[in-house]
């Protein structure tokens, strides 16, 4: 486990890289660093998105952290996983420990308290296209050249035969990444990732759409996160189907905004959804 420090004007966070469970001796270098520089913000934020499990004793001196920045001059924030934000409403923690899941809203606070206060597609492919480049040459030894970004309504996306989507949660938005494969552009990709040549989408290759999404998700989180934004991410599915048609929540943005991805294997598209989280 270790601890990512991240300071602005009026705020500081607190960011649990961790994989699974908060151990007690990663609950109290949170409790350190924040009644240490309690004094000194007007906003704290802890970042256990990616903490799944927490012992009673380390719950505990969560809990002790919460109470002691309680009727202060500070504010506390904390960002929990699904699992970890039942933990803590179930043993009836939630009034010392203002949870809210993958998320940090930014209703009652200024734009100076809150690090990055929104993510758009600008910045979300400013980050997103790097990773994809580097996994192409990572796992496929494929370059890739990327085009203009654009939008893109509903009724005219580019045909896809594979998908993979990712959810995520960024600051106060969600949003999906999308990979949308033809079958032939797909084939080439994997055919050298699995250095094993295929003519059909397989069960034993289809896992790969998620897994290209999950690892580039993996990159952006880590980038993201290095600059002050709260970030995490779902387990991405596969969408499997001859010319795919993918319907969108009326809450989604429109049109969504789309780069594609050239190469000697063809072209791909890379797509963004957002909608806010409220």
């Not at 939008?151 to 959810?167: L, M, T, Y």
């Not at 397989?202 to 759409?209: F, Q, T, V």
């Not at 596969?238 to 009326?250: H, N, T, W």
Request: glycine share 6%; hydrophobic share 40%; charged share 20%.
């Amino acid at each position: 486990m270790a601890l990512r420090l991240i300071t602005s004007n009026k705020s500081f966070i607190v960011q649990v890289n961790s994989t699974q469970v908060l151990a007690d001796v990663d609950a109290e270098a949170c409790k350190f660093e924040i009644l240490k520089h309690k004094k000194s913000y007007s906003l704290i934020m802890l970042d256990l998105s990616g903490i799944q499990m927490v012992s009673n004793s380390a719950l505990k001196i969560l809990v002790e952290i919460g109470t002691a920045i309680a009727d202060k001059s500070c504010r506390l924030m904390v960002t929990v996983s699904e699992s970890l934000n039942k933990i803590i409403h179930e043993q009836g923690y939630s009034e010392v420990l203002p949870c809210y899941v993958g998320v940090v809203p930014i209703s009652g606070a200024s734009e100076d308290s809150i690090a990055k206060s929104e993510i758009d597609s600008n910045i979300f492919f400013k980050v997103t296209l790097p990773a994809i480049r580097d996994n192409l040459k990572i796992y496929a030894k494929k370059s890739v050249t990327f085009g203009e970004k654009f939008s893109c309504s509903q009724e005219n996306r580019p045909p896809a035969d594979i998908a993979g989507v990712g959810g995520f949660f960024c600051n106060h938005r969600r949003g999906n990444l999308i990979l949308s494969f033809t079958k032939d552009s797909y084939l080439k990709i994997v055919s050298s990732i699995m250095k094993a040549q295929f003519t059909q989408i397989e069960p034993i290759i289809s896992d790969w759409a998620a897994e290209l999404v999950n690892s580039i998700l993996g990159k952006v989180k880590s980038d993201l996160r290095s600059d002050g934004f709260i970030f995490s991410a779902g387990i991405p599915t596969v969408l499997l189907g001859k010319d795919l048609e993918v319907m969108y929540s009326s809450r989604a943005t429109h049109p969504s905004d789309l780069v594609k991805c050239s190469g000697n294997f063809g072209e791909f598209f890379v797509e963004l959804v957002l909608t806010h989280s409220d």
